[in-house]
């Protein structure tokens, strides 16, 4: 009788297990304890058995439907956690629809970030064309004709004595035409050279330009007014040197460096094992500028600077060729997002 | 320029370290790029800038050394020989504006042979070549006191004479590198009785050589005009260190000394028996400059304090002559070998340089406070819009060239003659010949370099420019914004749709829309370029301000691309000038409305711009909006038709239209369709 016991037991354990539903249960709760169930059906049959087995058995039996029954609950609540897959069930684990936002070129996004931090001090964008004058792109500018300085700017020429603008620089010349002091501008823009295209060379890259006129503009402006963007767009730990250097425009004129922020310093392959890199040339605006828009250089002073956005952004992104910008493959494109 | 550091101790004393002379003169303004430890010496790699040509020599650089560092400059001294000096040679110069000052020394009975070790490493370490002692000493002269030399072989000059003047046309010469050049009278030439010996300042002849067997030389230390020198060696395609040098100025009144520190040097290296008396033809040195430097002047441009006795002391350290001059300004003469300074700004600049630009504050107090008017311009925000509005609706940005390879193919489409495109007269190949007139080709250009490396989706706008000649000759250019689409609009593990020429044009409605530009429709009209099955110009206020459609299959099997590629190109000075981004609320509708859908079958010309403002015209106001919402060609609809259903929504501003009213307007436009249009209403 006791192996009939444990036999059913068993069975019953078992069937509880595997069951899938509460339906399931339902039915195996009246297989078993039923009013016809199976442990119901040997409980009445203990009436049969010799007296001194009825206590036993009978507890055994009282007690296997108590298990039964907790085994029952237990399952229930095992299906109540873990609920059938709907219909609609979504696999989370698969990749979500982005909406497919499309990203600024990263030389915009580069110039955007310049002009910020210069609109946050006061500055206002200003822009020009890109054909230019003789007179625009070098006289005013106090750059001499058979004179070597002008070897920095080869240009490229179309008929008519028009040209492509070396540099954005003219349109400082263009500004002061018409406006008087004091200003502070900031001029962005596309510039041609004939430079043969490789990793780091292109006919036509990007330029950023800077000019500060008024009374008493002074090149420890130009020092403050610098350092407060290069520290703004590299980071405040960032030193920065003023090193002395020739433009025709300028006078004071200086070469500005900024301390690797990838060796940190030290030296490395990108500053040239230098530990500085240069970023931006600048200087006071030389008196002859001045004269050539008709301001009185007795009585206006002013800084002007300019860089190269192309090598800004290559440095700021880890950008090794220069060809990228040009060539716009989106997964180049896209990494900007 | 290659400096080394143990020849400049030959000049001045000093006990800074190779690596802290380094620093020092880049942060005074002489760059040195590199530092090579080469047998126990450093050479230096230095960039002179073009204003510098004293630092283009070792004595000008210890002159710098001199004022950074205080010690005091060593002279240089020819030893000439005391005895007797027979003769002079026979100089003449026809161009003096080419040829201001010119000195020749004749040294007789020379024997050359090779130079000593040490002249030779000096030579070499200046990064040039030893010939023979009689030409490494003009060099040396030359790496010493920046005064380019040419020794020429005397007896080989014609009638023993030297003529400074222009080339004549069809003169040729051969020069020391081999190469025959023909010469004009653009070209200053050092001639003998008969031909040029010489490129002037540029490059000597072969047959005037000093060789080993050269008896007595002609030793040549001239002052020519810079800009002459410049176009002739332009010209001629060659740059030597004498034209580098001649071209940035030599020291004019440094021509004798120079000529006699080599005479010298000639003489006990090459063993001669005589020397001449020098001919020193020309001027004699540069005019006296003095300029007037106001200390106010020079504090109020730095914005720093610097006292007049330090100026003067910087200004002397560099070798200029200063004197008081009242109590706020300095009088300084400026030295030849200084004829960079010119103005006073140029000597506020040497006392920046000196004075240390690290030792000049930081200071923003006054330009702080300046700033009138907008910051960015009315144009400028609204392109930043277009960019913010198209980078959002998944459009990259793209920057192509705007110089390119002509394309003929494109010229002829767009009827463009050749002496409309703007072309460069100096292209330095033919991929950048001319500037574009059109975005599209760059755009095209992007399709096909994506699709070649299996990116097979591309959506890409650019904002630049395109060129034209504007009446004639002017050059001119004009903002263009471009958009190109190919490949899937979505694609995901969901759902896969290829890009339709509706999403193009969902694109710039949605920009215009954001821009507040209304009036504006899309025009169907055959175009070049595009293919007749979509094409468009885009108006604004009847005004054509671009094209949208297909592109052509021919145009775009010259890029290799398969596939649909949907552009447009929209002029921006029009979508600037009709822009506004200011939102002004106009208030809620304040009646209900009622809709009615129509379902029709017309001819498939029939175009949905014809069938709106047929509706809207047969119930005026009322009808706020009329949408399509399906169309379909095929089976159920007879060949030649389309169904199109379409939802109009009626409201009156007034009050709430009765449904008698809206089923009347509704009948109203079921009546004018099948009379316009000849349509089937279903």
Redesign the interface.
């Given at each position: 009788m006791l192996d009939k016991i444990n036999a059913l037991e068993a069975d019953a354990k078992s069937e509880i297990k595997t069951a899938g539903d509460s339906k399931a249960l339902d039915d195996l709760r009246i297989k078993y304890l039923g009013r016809k169930g199976l442990v119901t059906e040997m409980l009445g049959g203990i009436a049969s058995l010799p007296p001194e087995e009825k206590p036993r058995l009978g507890k055994e039996l009282n007690a296997l439907k108590m298990r039964l029954d907790e085994a029952l609950r237990s399952r229930q609540a095992e299906l109540s956690r873990s609920p059938v897959m709907p219909k609609d069930f979504a696999d989370l684990t698969?990749?979500g629809?982005r909406?497919?936002?499309?990203?600024?070129?990263p030389?915009?996004k580069t110039i955007d970030d310049i002009c910020s931090i210069f609109?946050g001090?006061?500055?206002?964008?200003?822009?020009g064309?890109?054909?230019e004058t003789e007179f625009y792109n070098f006289e005013a500018l106090n750059i001499a004709?058979?004179?070597?300085?002008r070897?920095a700017f080869d240009t490229?020429?179309?008929?008519?004595q028009?040209l492509?603008r070396s540099h954005t620089s003219p349109v400082q010349v263009r500004f002061m035409e018409e406006e008087k002091p004091?200003?502070?501008i900031i001029v962005p823009g596309?510039v041609?050279r004939?430079?043969?295209?490789d990793a780091s060379h292109s006919?036509?890259f990007h330029q950023v330009e800077g000019l500060?006129a008024?009374d008493?503009?002074?090149?420890?402006?130009l020092?403050?007014?610098l350092?407060?963007f290069l520290k703004g767009y590299f980071g405040a730990d960032a030193k920065v040197?003023?090193?002395?250097?020739?433009f025709p425009f300028t006078?004071?004129?200086?070469?500005v460096d900024v301390s690797c922020f990838i060796c940190g310093g030290k030296g490395c392959s990108v500053c040239?094992r230098k530990g500085w890199l240069e970023i931006l040339g600048c200087g006071?605006v030389?008196?002859n500028v001045f004269k050539a828009v008709k301001y009185n250089p007795e009585k206006v002073?002013g800084f002007a600077f300019g860089m190269g956005v192309e090598r800004i952004a290559m440095l700021k992104y880890g950008i090794n060729d220069m060809r990228l910008?040009?060539?716009?493959?989106?997964?180049f494109?896209?990494q900007f997002r | 320029m290659r400096i080394s550091y143990s020849w400049l101790k030959e000049y001045i004393n000093f006990s800074a370290k190779p690596k802290d002379l380094a620093d020092k003169l880049t942060m005074a303004g002489l760059e040195i790029k590199g530092v090579d430890e080469k047998d126990g010496d450093f050479i230096y790699e230095a960039e002179v800038t073009s204003n510098r040509p004293d630092w283009l020599c070792l004595y000008g650089i210890a002159r710098e050394i001199q004022a950074l560092y205080g010690s005091r400059l060593k002279p240089v001294k020819a030893a000439l020989p005391k005895s007797a000096r027979p003769g002079k040679p026979s100089i003449t110069i026809e161009d003096k504006k080419g040829c201001a000052r010119y000195v020749g020394i004749a040294i007789d009975g020379i024997r050359p042979a090779a130079s000593s070790k040490g002249l030779a490493q000096k030579i070499e370490n200046a990064g040039m070549r030893q010939v023979n002692n009689v030409a490494d000493i003009t060099n040396f002269c030359m790496f010493e006191s920046g005064q380019p030399l040419h020794a020429f072989d005397y007896d080989k000059l014609d009638g023993g004479k030297i003529i400074v003047r222009r080339a004549r046309k069809g003169e040729e010469i051969i020069t020391i590198d081999g190469v025959k050049r023909a010469l004009d009278e653009n070209i200053l030439v050092i001639a003998d009785a008969k031909r040029p010996v010489a490129i002037a300042g540029i490059m000597g002849g072969r047959d005037t050589e000093v060789g080993f067997s050269t008896k007595k030389v002609l030793l040549e230390s001239a002052y020519f005009d810079p800009a002459l020198i410049r176009r002739a060696a332009k010209r001629l395609g060659i740059s030597s260190e004498a034209s580098y040098r001649f071209e940035r100025n030599v020291d004019i009144g440094g021509c004798l000394a120079a000529a006699e520190r080599a005479a010298s040097l000639i003489c006990e290296a090459a063993k001669a028996k005589s020397i001449s008396n020098p001919s020193d033809v020309g001027a004699k040195g540069p005019g006296e400059i003095k300029i007037t430097l106001r200390m106010s002047r020079a504090n109020k441009v730095l914005g720093t304090d610097i006292s007049a006795s330090k100026c003067a002391s910087i200004l002397k350290s560099l070798g200029l002559g200063v004197k008081s001059k009242g109590k706020d300004a300095l009088t300084i003469s400026v030295p030849s070998f200084r004829r960079d300074l010119r103005e006073e700004v140029d000597l506020i600049e040497e006392i920046s340089r000196i004075y240390g630009y690290d030792n000049i504050p930081e200071t923003l107090s006054r330009i702080q406070l300046w700033g009138k008017g907008p910051q960015k311009s009315r144009d400028r925000i609204i392109e930043e819009a277009v960019r913010e509005a198209l980078t959002g609706a998944g459009l990259n940005e793209a920057i192509t060239y705007s110089l390119r390879c002509k394309d003929l193919f494109v010229q002829q489409a767009l009827s463009m003659t050749d002496s409309q495109v703007l072309k460069v007269q100096n292209p330095l190949s033919s991929e950048s010949e001319a500037l574009r007139p059109v975005l599209i080709c760059g755009m095209l250009d992007v399709v096909a370099y994506n699709l070649n490396r299996k990116v097979p989706d591309v959506k890409i706008f650019e904002i630049g420019k395109s060129y034209f000649y504007k009446g004639g000759d002017v050059p001119s250019e004009k903002g263009v914004l471009a958009l190109a689409m190919c490949g899937m609009k979505e694609k995901n593990w969901h759902r896969k749709e290829a890009v339709d020429i509706f999403d193009l044009k969902g694109i710039i409605e949605a920009l215009f829309s954001k821009l507040g530009i209304a009036g504006y429709e899309f025009e169907v009209k055959p175009l070049p370029l595009f293919s007749p099955a979509a094409s468009a110009v885009v108006k604004i206020n009847g005004k054509e301000i671009g094209v949208l459609g297909k592109v052509d299959k021919a145009f775009l099997d010259r890029y290799d691309i398969k596939g649909n590629v949907f552009v447009s190109e929209l002029a921006l000075e029009a979508v600037y000038s009709h822009a506004g981004l200011e939102h002004k609320f106009s208030g809620l509708p304040r009646y209900p409305s009622s809709s009615r859908d129509i379902s029709l079958i017309v001819d498939d010309k029939v175009s949905n711009k014809d069938i709106v403002g047929t509706i809207k015209e047969a119930c005026g106001d009322l009808a706020v909006d009329v949408s399509p919402f399906d169309l379909y060609r095929g089976e159920q609809v007879p060949k030649g038709c389309k169904s199109i259903l379409y939802s109009v929504e009626y409201r009156a501003p007034d009050r709430t239209l009765t449904d008698g009213e809206v089923n009347s307007l509704d009948r109203k436009v079921r009546e004018a369709l099948v009379q316009r249009f000849n349509a089937k209403i279903r």
């Open positions: 698969l990749p629809f909406p497919q936002a499309g990203s600024k070129h030389l915009t609109l001090m006061g500055f206002k964008i200003v822009e064309p890109e054909i004709l058979d004179h070597p300085s070897d490229f020429y179309i008929k008519n028009y492509l004091p200003f502070k596309r041609y004939p430079d043969a295209v006919f036509m500060v008024g008493g503009v002074t090149f420890a402006d020092k403050g007014a350092s407060v040197r003023f090193r002395p250097h020739y006078e004071p004129s200086a070469e040239g006071m030389h008196p002073t910008f040009f060539e716009n493959d989106m997964r494109l896209e | -």
